[in-house]
């Protein structure tokens, strides 16, 4: 693709150079850059791509992007945000793959990967050729490729898109952070269906105030466009809770056809009688194409609501609503997602990815719903992110567990002791006696102990880290998986 065409797809950007130079592949990353590749310099939190411009050319950069002028002696398209016209150039680029399938995104706090995992489910179960790009991986076509956060950037994510589309896949499930849609990751995208979960607090160290916070996961829904296509296959849905307030914020921001699901409101997809047991959920779903029982393997009242707004997904794509209920009743579990750990002992144990407070809270609900004995509850709060969490989660935690053991979660650069401190304060503050917890920096002693102390008919809950299989100490990324470090607690106990 030569440098003119990029270039004409900013109105407000300077083309400086050969506009008939051509590249052949797109780069942030100085190391990666092969010749005759655009070289895209993002500023960053810690380092500036600007400063690698040079070592990209050297390398065979034979253009670049960028928000300044370089002396570098290569074309160069100066924008006034080269985070944005990634997005822009990365999708003309690869020739526009989301119109080329049908995009589901999921955004909202709590709920995103499960959500994405029963769409996936459903639709494979309908026989369509589906995908998914989320926290844990992605998947499409039999392949399953490892991520590192929520949202890919923009690139890589056109570049993975556009191999979905390679692959014939005609539905994406995605997974859409407020942090991918404020930093523009998902502008080019172009989504069927955008999914709210719901919002409660989290990532305030980015966003700073929960305004900002709604605001940034408002994009997605202003995004679905103007029109109403006389084509049914062209236009868009946004899918709110009704039980979340922040719903009627989104339902005002959207062109789009709104349909809402939930439990407490009245909604055009509504749960009712719900039951939940250690083995599962069943409920009563009352739609607009009819009515039905369900029971999910998965526990808890939270997995209704995700199971209410992968269900809706699937009415919009005018799916049969027993097919889809047989689908959700398949589903065994996410990873990570109250993930039950068992080595043969006489008490659960259960591992959860809960590192919110309304996380935690729906985790320690639900799982109070079934335990016959204590809940002993095992969490911790990560570090350099969001203090004012920290006490709310502890007094959440001393609120519905009968003993809490308080850990590190990942504490990246920050004191591990200095998180315990913030976190212990939420204890004192709300009441909750010295006799009813503890604090153990140390993860693998903490599950350790709780294990050990457990006694039969006991729940040990293991929250804040589910799926990941690493602990940042330090800066230093350490492998830690809190299933097989359980595991390994167990099998100490009964051996």
Do not use: W
Not at 66 to 73: F, I, K, T
Not at 193 to 201: G, K, S
Not at 309 to 317: D, F, H, S
Request: aromatic residues 6%.
């Amino acid at each position: 693709m030569k440098m003119e065409q990029l270039a004409g797809l900013l109105l407000t950007a300077r083309l400086e150079g050969d506009g008939n130079v051509s590249v052949s592949s797109l780069e942030t990353d100085s190391r990666q850059v092969k010749p005759g590749a655009l070289f895209i310099c993002l500023p960053g939190h810690t380092v500036d791509g600007h400063d690698f411009a040079a070592e990209a050319v050297e390398r065979g950069a034979v253009a670049i992007v960028a928000e300044r002028r370089l002396d570098v002696g290569v074309p160069q398209l100066i924008v006034p945000e080269s985070r944005l016209a990634m997005a822009v150039l990365a999708d003309a680029f690869y020739d526009h793959p989301s119109d080329k399938m049908k995009l589901i995104g999921v955004t909202g706090t709590n709920g995103k990967t499960t959500t994405t995992y029963l769409i996936e489910r459903i639709l494979l179960d309908a026989g369509r050729k589906a995908g998914v790009i989320g926290t844990i991986e992605m998947r499409y076509a039999g392949l399953t490729v490892p991520v590192s956060g929520t949202t890919p950037e923009a690139l890589e994510l056109q570049k993975r898109l556009a191999d979905m589309a390679r692959a014939g896949t005609e539905y994406c499930a995605m997974e859409v952070s407020s942090h991918a849609l404020e930093q523009g990751r998902v502008k080019g995208c172009k989504f069927r269906t955008a999914i709210f979960t719901n919002l409660t607090q989290d990532h305030l160290d980015y966003h700073v105030t929960m305004e900002r916070y709604k605001a940034a996961k408002g994009l997605l829904f202003a995004r679905l466009g103007n029109g109403y296509p006389a084509s049914a296959e062209e236009r868009s849905y946004a899918v709110l809770n009704a039980d979340d307030e922040a719903s009627e914020t989104f339902r005002r921001l959207t062109a789009a056809e709104t349909i809402t699901y939930g439990i407490d409101r009245d909604a055009d997809v509504r749960a009712s009688n719900i039951r939940i047991t250690s083995q599962g959920t069943s409920f009563h779903v009352r739609t607009f194409r009819g009515e039905a029982d369900v029971t999910l393997r998965m526990v808890g009242k939270f997995n209704v609501y995700n199971a209410l707004a992968a269900l809706t997904a699937g009415l919009i794509e005018g799916l049969e609503l027993g097919a889809i209920i047989r689908s959700l009743e398949s589903v065994p579990g996410v990873p990570g997602r109250v993930e039950a750990v068992s080595a043969g002992q006489p008490f659960a144990v259960i591992v959860d990815y809960a590192h919110t407070p309304d996380g935690l809270e729906n985790v320690l609900k639900a799982v109070k719903e079934f335990a016959e004995g204590r809940v002993i509850c095992v969490f911790g709060c990560g570090g350099d992110r969001d203090r004012t969490k920290r006490p709310i989660m502890a007094r959440i935690a001393g609120q519905y567990a009968d003993y809490v053991i308080a850990t590190s979660d990942n504490p990246r650069t920050e004191d591990p002791e200095r998180i315990l401190d913030d976190v212990e304060e939420g204890f004192r503050s709300s009441g909750v006696g010295k006799s009813r917890y503890e604090r153990i920096a140390d993860r693998r002693l903490a599950i350790q102990k709780a294990v050990e102390m457990a006694s039969p008919g006991d729940v040990v809950l293991i929250a804040g880290k589910g799926h990941e299989t690493y602990q940042i100490v330090g800066g230093v990324t350490h492998p830690f998986d809190d299933r097989l470090v359980a595991q390994e607690a167990i099998r100490g106990l009964l051996t």
